[in-house]
């Protein structure tokens, strides 16, 4: 079984068990923290990932990180994960956790490529914008600034990519150029 597979198995394990006891939004923001320390910290993703580090340690290790951080029923999961030789797969877990989370609660996620940083009201038009398109209840939208794009904007919304970019528009002409249809 692929590792992807696999870790979307365990999350909805997860998903399923902490719905069953109530501390579903709190096991989503323990499995927001664990990606994000794994994310930061590069050196427990490969301790994580080793084999020769024994299991014991990697329990001690995770305990040291989230004792105080994470609900019981994600330490026990944790642990659970690392005594079954799992531990490889704990950062994919959690992102799946997050992606099933999102389609759970209807929560789209935008990302907005600009030349300039977007104002708010920029923002909350492509929020209304994606909203409808997508029937979502929330729309989260992540920015980054691209000045390669020179104006305009890119934006990616799962697998979907609007290009409203002068970077785009002058590609499209120069391979018009190219082939004389212009």
């Known amino acids: 079984m692929s590792e992807n597979k696999a870790a979307s198995r365990y999350a909805k394990s997860i998903i399923d068990l902490s719905k ?3 501390t579903f939004e709190e096991v989503k923001n323990d499995m927001v923290l664990l990606a994000k320390i794994i994310d930061q910290n590069s050196e427990l993703g490969s301790i994580l990932k080793n084999p020769i580090i024994p299991l014991g340690k990697k ?7 989230f004792a105080t951080k994470v ?5 026990t999961f944790m642990n659970l994960l690392v005594m079954k030789g799992r531990s490889s797969i704990l950062y994919g877990i959690s992102k799946a956790f997050i992606e099933q989370y999102n389609v759970i609660k209807g929560i789209v996620i935008a ?3 600009s030349a300039t940083e977007l104002t708010d009201e920029n923002i909350k038009e492509i929020e209304a914008i994606v909203k409808k398109e997508t029937n979502a209840n929330e729309v989260l939208i992540k920015t980054k600034i691209s000045e390669k794009l020179i104006g305009g904007f890119v934006l990616k919304v799962g697998d979907k990519q609007f290009d409203a970019s002068i970077l ?5 002409l120069k391979k018009e150029f190219a082939q004389g249809i212009v």
């Not at 609900?71 to 330490?75: A, D, E, F, I, R």
């Open 168 to 172: 785009y528009g002058f590609n499209k």
């Open 59 to 65: 329990v001690g290790i995770l305990k040291d990180v």
């Open 20 to 22: 069953e006891q109530n």
């Open 111 to 113: 990302e907005v490529s």
């Open 71 to 75: 609900q019981p029923l994600t330490s």
